[in-house]
């Protein structure tokens, strides 16, 4: 069975930088493409970015675009969202998943993705 696992989140400072990881365990990554995915209390899942399976296409929300990057090292089996310039809205439980195409994370593709990890909280407050 796909398991993905997010690691990284914490609290930081507005402005401040952190990196999320997502582990699989007991499968390979290499075929899958993966998304990372962010809830805020009381709100909807929100799509952030998605890479495809070679990393050769990236797609971002309008919302992280030039502060986030999301990269994947196949080698080790992880896929990583840097997050540079990271504001209050930020602020969310921040989730990973696997889908067969980087299609995008826009509404319309959250049913592309399956086996969610658990998730990760990130705080940025002062």
């Known amino acids: 069975q796909l398991q993905l696992v997010e690691s990284g989140g914490g609290l930081v400072q507005p402005g401040g930088s952190l990196r999320l990881s997502c582990a699989a365990s007991?499968?390979?990554?290499?075929?899958?493409?993966i998304g990372w995915f962010r809830q805020a209390p009381g709100k909807e899942r929100e799509g952030v970015s998605c890479i495809s399976s070679s990393g050769a296409k990236t797609n971002y929300a309008d919302s992280v675009k030039g502060r986030f990057t999301i990269s994947r090292d196949n080698a080790k089996n992880t896929v990583y969202l840097q997050m540079n310039g990271l504001k209050p809205e930020d602020t969310a439980v921040y989730y990973c998943a696997a889908a067969p195409l980087c299609r995008g994370v826009t509404y319309y593709y959250i049913a592309d993705y399956d086996s969610w990890g658990q998730g990760t909280q990130v705080t940025v407050s002062s």
């Open positions: 007991g499968f390979t990554l290499d075929y899958y493409a």
